[in-house]
Structure formats: structure tokens, C-alpha cells
């Protein structure tokens, strides 16, 4: 997870949290890492803060109960169990955090964490997509505890400042890899149908509808590759793993700038700028960023970094962004 200017990689089978800084990433020496550990390794995600705190979530081999937020000192400053089956991360503007629960959200702002509830008993938002041009934060939505795999047709969008969650309709289902945030915090979801539809965050009404691949169907196992939706600087990547292609698409006109080849079929989608940040030394990194998953989360698509085989704990961000 990278967030204010920091990295953490979270290690689901030992709860080892090593957090480093990439701007002294380099090919010719180790890297230098803090490590620290949760009470118990559980599938989970770390988001380290720049007042060196983390939100870290709660849980065990069995189940996940939600998040608490550490000080430099390891010390609980904050937490809350009231999130059943945790899963995925966002960032959202202004540094709030969310992280997805089997009937809800949880928002964390500051050493504040409240809860978002859904509006069906089981409505799970496992994966969710921030940017830092909103407060406004994109996630799944699936209703169906004992599925296989849910083909979701609905999309969330909650407020980190008022709290809001609303439920947007689509007209095709989605994976878990087919959410991201636009250049301008634009609400982004690909539909099995091929469309890309781009959705105002504010007024929750999708603006434009462009098509981009053929129709295609998520396979059941979540490690197969199905059509991602990845953000680079101001370009929206899309593949499409049945052709080995990836199309680049300008949201603001509306199309398919141009299609690519690819020498094999494309899955999980990453990009860097080639450009290594200045290093901050407004910060001493000693004791103690976040998961995907993200973007954002992403999660990252949402982020999703554990080893589990259910199709419901690795729909990353996900991420998310995580993501993952």
C-alpha cells in the first residue's frame, strides 16, 4: 500500500507489516524496512498515515472483525470490531480511509472511526476505489452471502464527510477488476457487456457510456484474467485478455484512442512513471502506508493480497486497488 509518501507491504501468513520508503528503492542494495507485526496474522491490510500512525485491520486465520489505528509507539489509539469480514482499503481526499465490511463500511478520518451501514443486512463491500480529487468513495456491492460467484449490477458510492451510501443501478454486471477512479476522480466501472461507463461521483447519474471491448463473462475462479480497468497519469487502460489487447480510452472524448497488442494475455495491470519522487525528510520513518489496494485502493483493486481460494476474499483492492 503506498500513502503519504510511504510504502507498507502486509504479509497475510505471518502479519508482518514492513514499511519503507520508495523514494530509496534501488536495484543495487536491499530494502531498508521497518517491520512490526499484528496480534495475529490474518488475510489483512495496513495503511501507514504521515503522522506515523497505522489503520490496520483486526482479525485471525478464522475471521476478520474490523480496524484499529496504532501510534508510533504500537499503541492503541482507536479501534472498532463492528466490521464483520473486513476486506480492501480506499483513500479517499483529504487522507480518509475506508475499508469495506460484510454489511457496510468503516470510515476512519483523524483517530475517528465510524460506520456506514448498508442498506440490505448482507451488503458486501469488498473492494472500494478512492481518489484525492474526491470524498466520494467507489465500491462493489454484492447481496448474496452463499454465492459462488455473485454477478453484481449494483455499484456503491459513499461520502467520507456526510456518511451517505447510495446504491448506483447498472445495466450489466462487473468484476472486481473492473472499477478504478478517472484523472479527475471520475467514477469508472467496465461492464461484462464491453461498455465502460463513467459515473459523477457527486450526483451518482453515469455521464458517459463508451464501448471498448465484446461482451465477455467473469470466469469463477478469481485468478483467471478478465478485463481490467487500470488508471496511468491521465490515461484509462483497459485489457481485453480474449483478443490480447490493450486499449487506451479517453473518457473525456468519449473513445478508444488506440488498441495494442499484447505478446500474451494480459491479467493483472501495474504502471509506473519512471520518475523516482524526492526523498521527504520532513519525516522520521523509525517505528511505523497502506494496502491494493490503492488508489486508491485500491484495491486495491481494492487490494487484496491474501492466499485464500474463495472467490469472495480475493476480489482485491482488492487492493482494491491492495488493489490490491
Given at each position: 500500500?503506498?500513502?503519504?509518501?510511504?510504502?507498507?507491504?502486509?504479509?497475510?501468513?505471518?502479519?508482518?507489516?514492513?514499511?519503507?520508503?520508495?523514494?530509496?528503492?534501488?536495484?543495487?542494495?536491499?530494502?531498508?524496512?521497518?517491520?512490526?507485526?499484528?496480534?495475529?496474522?490474518?488475510?489483512?491490510?495496513?495503511?501507514?498515515?504521515?503522522?506515523?500512525?497505522?489503520?490496520?485491520?483486526?482479525?485471525?486465520?478464522?475471521?476478520?472483525?474490523?480496524?484499529?489505528?496504532?501510534?508510533?509507539?504500537?499503541?492503541?489509539v482507536?479501534?472498532?470490531?463492528?466490521?464483520?469480514?473486513v476486506?480492501?482499503?480506499?483513500?479517499?481526499?483529504?487522507?480518509?480511509?475506508?475499508?469495506?465490511?460484510?454489511?457496510?463500511?468503516?470510515?476512519?478520518?483523524?483517530?475517528?472511526?465510524?460506520?456506514?451501514?448498508?442498506?440490505?443486512?448482507?451488503?458486501?463491500?469488498?473492494?472500494?476505489?478512492?481518489?484525492?480529487?474526491?470524498p466520494?468513495?467507489?465500491g462493489?456491492?454484492?447481496?448474496?452471502?452463499?454465492a459462488?460467484?455473485?454477478?453484481?449490477?449494483?455499484?456503491?458510492?459513499?461520502?467520507?464527510?456526510?456518511g451517505?451510501?447510495?446504491?448506483?443501478?447498472?445495466?450489466?454486471?462487473?468484476?472486481?477488476?473492473?472499477?478504478?477512479?478517472?484523472?479527475?476522480?471520475?467514477?469508472?466501472?467496465?461492464?461484462?457487456?464491453?461498455?465502460?461507463?463513467?459515473?459523477?461521483?457527486?450526483?451518482?447519474?453515469?455521464?458517459?457510456?463508451?464501448?471498448?471491448?465484446?461482451?465477455?463473462?467473469?470466469?469463477?475462479?478469481?485468478?483467471?484474467?478478465?478485463?481490467?480497468?487500470?488508471?496511468?497519469?491521465?490515461?484509462?487502460?483497459?485489457?481485453?485478455?480474449?483478443?490480447?489487447?490493450?486499449?487506451?480510452?479517453?473518457?473525456?472524448?468519449?473513445?478508444?484512442?488506440?488498441?495494442?497488442?499484447?505478446?500474451?494475455?494480459?491479467?493483472?495491470?501495474?504502471?509506473?512513471?519512471?520518475?523516482?519522487?524526492?526523498?521527504?525528510?520532513?519525516?522520521?520513518?523509525?517505528?511505523?502506508?497502506?494496502?491494493?489496494?490503492?488508489?486508491?485502493?485500491?484495491?486495491?483493486?481494492?487490494?487484496?493480497?491474501?492466499?485464500?481460494?474463495?472467490?469472495?476474499?480475493?476480489?482485491?483492492?482488492?487492493?482494491?486497488?491492495?488493489?490490491?
Amino acid at each position: 500500500m503506498n500513502h503519504d509518501g510511504r510504502s507498507l507491504a502486509f504479509f497475510d501468513g505471518t502479519g508482518e507489516m514492513h514499511l519503507f520508503d520508495p523514494a530509496n528503492l534501488s536495484a543495487d542494495s536491499l530494502i531498508d524496512t521497518t517491520v512490526t507485526t499484528t496480534d495475529e496474522a490474518h488475510h489483512g491490510v495496513a495503511v501507514p498515515r504521515a503522522d506515523d500512525s497505522t489503520v490496520v485491520t483486526i482479525g485471525n486465520e478464522e475471521s476478520r472483525s474490523g480496524v484499529k489505528i496504532v501510534d508510533e509507539a504500537g499503541e492503541t489509539v482507536a479501534e472498532s470490531t463492528g466490521c464483520p469480514g473486513v476486506h480492501g482499503e480506499a483513500v479517499a481526499e483529504g487522507g480518509v480511509i475506508t475499508v469495506g465490511c460484510e454489511d457496510g463500511l468503516l470510515i476512519i478520518d483523524g483517530e475517528k472511526i465510524r460506520k456506514v451501514d448498508s442498506p440490505d443486512d448482507y451488503g458486501r463491500i469488498g473492494n472500494q476505489f478512492g481518489s484525492e480529487r474526491s470524498p466520494v468513495v467507489l465500491g462493489d456491492y454484492k447481496v448474496d452471502e452463499d454465492a459462488e460467484l455473485e454477478r453484481p449490477t449494483r455499484v456503491t458510492l459513499t461520502d467520507t464527510g456526510s456518511g451517505e451510501l447510495r446504491l448506483v443501478d447498472l445495466p450489466a454486471s462487473y468484476s472486481f477488476r473492473s472499477l478504478a477512479r478517472g484523472p479527475e476522480g471520475e467514477a469508472l466501472v467496465l461492464g461484462t457487456d464491453g461498455t465502460l461507463r463513467v459515473i459523477d461521483p457527486a450526483s451518482a447519474e453515469v455521464t458517459r457510456e463508451i464501448e471498448v471491448t465484446e461482451p465477455w463473462e467473469e470466469p469463477v475462479e478469481w485468478q483467471e484474467p478478465r478485463p481490467t480497468v487500470h488508471v496511468a497519469g491521465d490515461e484509462v487502460l483497459v485489457t481485453e485478455p480474449g483478443t490480447q489487447t490493450l486499449h487506451v480510452v479517453d473518457i473525456g472524448a468519449g473513445e478508444v484512442t488506440r488498441s495494442s497488442e499484447l505478446p500474451e494475455v494480459p491479467n493483472e495491470v501495474g504502471s509506473a512513471s519512471g520518475k523516482a519522487p524526492a526523498a521527504d525528510h520532513a519525516h522520521d520513518h523509525g517505528d511505523h502506508e497502506g494496502h491494493d489496494h490503492g488508489e486508491e485502493g485500491h484495491g486495491h483493486e481494492g487490494h487484496d493480497h491474501g492466499h485464500e481460494h474463495s472467490e469472495d476474499d480475493h476480489d482485491h483492492g482488492d487492493h482494491e486497488g491492495h488493489d490490491h
